[in-house]
Structure formats: C-alpha cells, structure tokens
C-alpha cells in the first residue's frame, strides 16, 4: 500500500459521525402522509442550523439503464409531490423523456436525518414551468440562458463570455423566457424516513402506496 493511500485511510478512518445530540423519533406518532412529516423535518432542519436543507440528490438512470446521480435544489413539496426544476435539453431532461422515474434523497447531518423518495416524474405545463423561473433570483435567470446544459464546454472563456451576457440580458429582461426551461414534479409512490441514532439503532419508517388512496406505515430493519 503507497504513502498516499494509508494517508487517505487514516484520514478518512479518522472522520465521525453525529458528534451532537440527535433527536428522538417515535415513529407510531408520524403523520399519515409522508408530505406532513416532510414539512415538519424540513423546518427542524432549518432551525437546528443545517446549511443548505434545501438541496437534494436527484438519481436518475439513461437509457441503457445506468444510474446518475446529481445535487441540485428542491422548488416545492406540496399535494402532488417533490419539485425540482432543469433543462429539457440537459442530460438529466433527456433521460426523464426517456425513463420518468427518479429517487431524491435529502440528508440533514445537523440532526442524523435522511429522507428518500421514489417516484413518476411528470413535467409540469409551461405557464407554471415560467412561473417558477421568474420566482427565482436574477442568477438562477441568468444560469438559465447561458450555454445548453451538459454540453461540451470548449473553454473556460467562453462560458465567462455567454454567463455575462446572460447576466445583462437576466437584468435588463427578468421576464425574459426560457423555453427548455421546465419545472418537474416527483410524484412518490414510496417515501422513507430515517433517523440516525448513536448506538445504531437507527428508526426508518418507510410510506408506500401502489394507487391513489391511504398510505401503508411500516418499519423497517436498518
């Protein structure tokens, strides 16, 4: 073994886990619907300090079947499910068209939380697809018109050069309008809750559902 990798070792051996308090939870008293319980995390999250609760794993898989995976940020958690926003145009848009399921995962270490939904992933209508770009910062604007998503970049000047005219045209047109822009919906047919526990007895409820109608509660081993 070289130098180096006994070094990564040690030093990734060294790193822990959950060095603060964890909170309890009783999984009997979770709400019937997974949303309730993700609403009332999300907001504990923000409160125990977590920097970005906001931001989640999005996994998808191409057409061949393999999976990818990316970090991006959620929009909205409401009746009809998870929403995130991208590029029609972008890799992960492409693979949607193709495959429209996709699993999220957002963790919280401030309080040993994980949450992972699966589910149909549907496009919503442009008028709220644009809606949702013009509720969002002049830079998130701006990151919207410059280059297409994905593609080979051929150096670094070029993006410099279209992100400052994206930039100008974000300011002086924020109605300007983005037509690969849309906005997808994660419709979850399961949605599990994990809490993390010192002595690793750690608390997953997962919810499922096959249709429309009740969610099914159940334990499961960690």
Not at 164 to 169: F, L, N, V
Request: charged letters at 30%.
């Amino acid at each position: 073994m070289s130098d180096t990798q006994k070094s990564f070792r040690a030093l990734l051996h060294a790193q822990r886990v959950w060095d603060v308090p964890l909170p309890r939870f009783d999984a009997s008293a979770a709400p019937a619907d997974p949303l309730d319980l993700f609403r009332a995390w999300f907001a504990e999250a923000v409160a125990a300090g977590q920097i970005e609760p906001h931001t989640m794993t999005l996994a998808t898989v191409d057409a061949e079947g393999r999976p990818d995976a990316r970090t991006l940020m959620l929009h909205d958690a409401d009746e009809r499910g998870w929403h995130f926003g991208t590029h029609t145009t972008s890799e992960k848009g492409r693979q949607l068209a193709a495959r429209p399921h996709a699993a999220l995962t957002f963790y919280w270490p401030a309080q040993g939380r994980q949450v992972r939904v699966r589910g149909t992933v549907t496009p919503v209508g442009r008028a709220e697809s644009r809606a949702d770009l013009r509720a969002r910062s002049t830079g998130a604007l701006a990151a919207a018109l410059t280059g297409t998503q994905s593609e080979v970049l051929p150096s670094r000047d070029e993006l410099v050069r279209a992100s400052e005219e994206a930039w100008e045209r974000a300011r002086a047109e924020p109605d300007t309008e983005v037509e690969t822009w849309s906005r997808y919906v994660v419709e979850p047919h399961e949605a599990e809750f994990f809490q993390g526990d010192a002595e690793r007895r750690h608390v997953r409820l997962r919810y499922r559902r096959e249709a429309v109608g009740p969610w099914t509660r159940e334990l499961l081993w960690p």
